[in-house]
């Protein structure tokens, strides 16, 4: 948040944001948009691969495993930015443009909602291209895992550690454990 901040659209994306309705726990929803502003702010020179905390690699999918496969910035789970590869960090003002783009709210369970899984599902494919390469645990068939609070609500790092180590176990690939 504190990166957040520095930024110089910081805030007219609080402004934004407290017009949208918030269906998610109370600040959730704020810090995903305010993510991209701080990896803007910190001024990155050169390709990114964006994780979200909660984004595992059962593979070697790293920066240069993305150099090798795709030319335009990427996002690896459709189109949720849990996820996303740029070939290079300027892109990163793109995304803090986009966010700022009308965008019409998801319906859910508690409501509309407006997050930043929103906008890119909206308008992502005018910067860049789409993959599916992320499985949502309980799957894990493929080389980046996604640990999404919808289904870990409960002991998310037990499930995480125990969910990594057997994979590991099973796999030539490697033998580190977490």
Known sequence: LSQAAL??????MKE???TYPE????GYRDQCFFRWLAFDQMQHQGPLLILDYDV????SHSIE???????????????NPCAVYLPDASFLSDI???????????????????????????HWRAIGDCVD???TYPETHTGLIHFANRFCPHDKPKIIRETLNNFHHTS???????
């Open 133 to 135: 390469i992320v499985s």
């Open 7 to 12: 930024h110089p659209r910081f805030h007219d």
């Open 172 to 178: 030539d690939t490697s033998s580190h454990q977490f």
């Open 23 to 26: 269906v998610t726990p109370q």
């Open 65 to 79: 495993w993305c150099n090798e496969r795709y030319q335009r910035p990427t996002v690896l789970n459709q189109t």
């Open 96 to 122: 803090v443009g986009m966010l700022f783009l009308p965008t019409i709210p998801n319906q859910e369970e508690n409501g509309p909602h407006i997050g930043d899984n929103s906008v890119f599902g909206e």
């Open 56 to 59: 595992f690699s059962t593979q």
């Open 16 to 18: 934004m944001l407290a």
